[in-house]
């Protein structure tokens, strides 16, 4: 079974500040995260991206701030998009 898409949107912020949300729910968690969703969080400022949460294969869970990456403890679904959302407001 593939990955499922759970949520996949834009919340647009105004004329030049954006949000792109993309959630799947894996088979599989995505070591070396052991939770099993893969995704990004987005936000985009003058065509740049200024903040990301995401997973990868062998990073697991991080955020960007700008250029700096540091790592996120992923507690749940509804924790990152609380923590992002923070965050963006933040920006």
């Given amino acids: 079974m593939a990955a499922e ?4 949107r ?3 912020l105004g004329d030049d500040r ?5 959630i ?5 968690p ?4 052991t939770h099993g969703f893969k995704y990004r969080l ?4 003058n065509g740049v991206c200024v903040l990301r949460y995401d ?4 990073k697991g869970d991080h955020k960007h701030l700008g250029e700096q ?13 609380d923590d992002f959302w923070f965050d963006v407001d933040r920006f």
């Fill in 18 to 22: 954006f949000v792109e949300v993309s």
């Fill in 42 to 45: 987005a936000l985009v400022a």
């Fill in 10 to 12: 834009r919340y647009a």
């Fill in 69 to 81: 990456e540091v790592p996120y403890t992923f507690i749940s679904l509804d924790q990152l998009v």
């Fill in 55 to 58: 997973n990868e294969r062998g």
């Fill in 5 to 8: 898409l759970i949520q996949k």
């Fill in 24 to 28: 799947w729910r894996l088979v599989d």
């Fill in 30 to 33: 995505l070591p070396p995260s």
